[in-house]
């Protein structure tokens, strides 16, 4: 297994574009997340998924869009880029959806200038 | 909604003494309280938890305690080597929350041979 996959590594954009970041396991698990990570911060919730077709808003969704259409894929979409964006961004997933152990991808360091 | 401060951001030790990180919570109704350690350029991992129907968890050289009554937790590791030099980040959930988790700030350990 591959685990949970990110891509790109690292991205950068200008203030105004539009990205995806894509995230992918291949764990067959239910629940999926994405996270930002922002120095002294923690990581923060931004969306989540506890299947395919459900979504809903984590601590910090403005700005952000997600979808998920197959268990396997959980994009995260900006629409238009702010410096504010800038941070490393972490998708995790688990099996379980009540308070299981969440596997994290390698992450996605975004500069928006 | 739920926040979780942890101490101290920093914390240097020399290789074989024993480290501790402390995290306080302030939603009364969290019960699950997982460590997650973070390796450079790497998504976080869990290394251990703990629920709110036990004291004290222990595994090999890792143990975490949880006061429920001064809503405070903490991360003990004895006989600290290189390896465990990483950034430890504790987080909180609530028993009807699913998978959501707040997490703390975090904590750079550092262990010098």
């Known amino acids: 297994n591959a685990g949970v996959t990110q891509t790109p590594k690292f991205q950068v954009l200008k203030t105004g574009q539009s990205m995806t970041l894509q995230c992918a396991q291949d764990m067959n698990h239910e629940y999926m997340s994405w996270y930002r990570q922002d120095p002294g911060m923690g990581l923060r919730l931004i969306h989540y998924?506890?299947?395919?077709?459900?979504?809903d808003q984590g601590e910090v969704p403005n700005g952000y869009n997600v979808s998920r259409s197959t268990t396997e894929d959980f994009p995260l979409r900006l629409l238009s880029a702010a410096p504010s964006q800038t941070s490393v961004y972490f998708c995790?997933?688990?099996?379980?959806?009540?308070?299981?152990?969440?596997?994290f991808g390698p992450g996605t360091r975004l500069l928006v200038l | 909604g739920e926040n979780v401060e942890q101490h101290p951001s920093t914390l240097s030790v020399q290789e074989g003494d024993s480290a501790v990180i402390k995290c306080t919570y302030s939603d009364s109704a969290s019960n699950y309280f997982p460590w997650y350690k973070q390796e450079l350029g790497k998504g976080p991992q869990l290394i251990i938890d703990i629920r709110s129907n036990v004291g004290e968890k222990k595994d090999q050289r890792i143990a975490v305690t949880l006061n429920k009554t001064a809503k405070h937790f903490s991360l003990h590791i004895t006989e600290t080597q290189p390896e465990d030099s990483a950034v430890y980040f504790c987080a909180a959930s609530r028993g009807n929350a699913g998978n959501m988790l707040t997490f703390g700030g975090g904590t750079r350990l550092m262990v010098k041979p």
């Open positions: 998924s506890v299947g395919a077709g459900i979504t």
């Open positions: 995790a997933s688990s099996y379980g959806l009540h308070q299981e152990t969440q596997y």
